[in-house]
Structures are given as C-alpha cells and as structure tokens.
C-alpha cells in the first residue's frame, strides 16, 4: 500500500491549538472560542470539509482541462452537520459565476461523486493507532 498523504501535529502551550506538518506545509489547528480554544486555525472538521472542498475544486478542473473546457471560476462550500441522534451528513454546493448547461450540470455531479476524498468518505476505513 502506498502513502499519498501525511501530516503530523504537535501540541503548543495554549490549550487545544496544535501545529500542523505536512509536506513542506505548516500551519496552526484550533478550537473555536465556544469550545475552550482560541481559534487560532481551523479545527479538525474544517480540515475535513477543506478537504472535500478542494478534492472536488481540483478533480472539476482536472477533468475541464482534460475536455478541453471553461468551467470559469466557481467555488465549492461544504458543510458538515451534525443532529441530535449523532447522524452525520455533509452539503456540498458548487457555486459557478457562469450559468451551466443542464446536460453539463448532470456530468459535472457525476465528477463530484467520484473525487478521491469523496470516494474516502462514503468508503469504511481501518485506522489503525499506536502508541510509541
């Protein structure tokens, strides 16, 4: 099996904020104020919805280019809810600036069912801890 990802995380003074490593990347995590932190970073399911976020931003980009087309700009929100029965689910909404086709919304829903992370999170995974 192969890594295609890391990341390592070290405590700081200040509770809850830790500093993140990945790759050559380094950048704070947090809780929000609510929560006992200071909100210094983002907080484990903002990395998780950041994550989501921007696997679809690129795979849509990746696959215009590879049909040779302008998707213009748009973003991707995503939202990650929760209720009081513990049911998760996540929202995501790609925003264009330009008006799409209907055909071409259907196939770029398709693309967005079929980026990795998403392919990750509909997916069980082992996560397998240990200490040292």
Request: charge should be negative; aromatic fraction near 6%; charged fraction near 25%.
């Amino acid at each position: 099996m192969s890594m295609i990802a890391s990341a390592t995380v070290q405590t700081l003074p200040e509770p809850w904020k830790g500093e993140v490593h990945s790759g050559r990347h380094q950048f704070l995590t947090d809780k929000p104020e609510q929560f006992g932190g200071h909100d210094t970073g983002p907080a484990p399911y903002d990395f998780l919805t950041a994550s989501l976020a921007s696997c679809t931003m690129i795979t849509l980009r990746m696959y215009a280019q590879h049909k040779e087309m302008d998707l213009g700009e748009f973003k991707v929100e995503v939202d990650f809810h929760i209720n009081h029965e513990q049911q998760e689910r996540i929202e995501r909404r790609v925003v264009f600036q330009q008006p799409v086709a209907q055909d071409l919304q259907e196939k770029l829903l398709n693309v967005c069912s079929k980026t990795p992370v998403t392919k990750t999170l509909l997916r069980s995974l082992d996560i397998h801890t240990m200490i040292l």
